[in-house]
Nanobody
Framework: QLQLVESGGGLVQPGGSLRLSCAAS????????IGWFRQAPGKEREGVSC????????NYADSVKGRFTISRDNANDTVYLQMNSLKPEDTAVYYC??????????????????WGKGTLVTVSS
């Protein structure tokens, strides 16, 4: 079965860190641009970060610049999102998405090939 699987979410206190993983199952990620998106209750899905297939290009939402870092390990078909200095407003379901040779842009509709089911991140004391 061809799919993306997110992991690494959980409950963390403000100021804490989490590392999310996005793993491909049934296909290889090395030709895909990967995006991380999030959706908080009652809000629209928004782009968080993306990384091109070669990792030469990355992009971050202003709200996470300097706190989040995206990286990829093509040998293991996994993309990571390191999240530091977490804030309560980072609370959301985080999704990864893949687009074959896609542009690294933080627009959900530009990622059409695969989406994961999401992992919940809760930042609360």
């Amino acid at each position: 079965q061809l799919q993306l699987v997110e992991s690494g979410g959980g409950l963390v206190q403000p100021g804490g860190s989490l590392r999310l993983s996005c793993a491909a199952s049934g296909f290889t990620l090395n030709l895909y641009t990967i995006g991380w998106f999030r959706q908080a209750p009652g809000k629209e899905r928004e782009g968080v970060s993306c990384i091109s297939n070669s990792a030469r290009s990355t992009n971050y939402a202003d709200s996470v610049k300097g706190r989040f870092t995206i990286s990829r390990d093509n040998a293991n078909d996994t993309v990571y999102l390191q999240m530091n200095s977490l804030k309560p407003e980072d609370t959301a379901v985080y999704y990864c998405a893949a687009q074959l040779f896609g542009l690294c842009v933080l627009i959900p509709t530009r990622f059409m090939d695969y989406w994961g089911k999401g992992t919940l991140v809760t930042v609360s004391s």
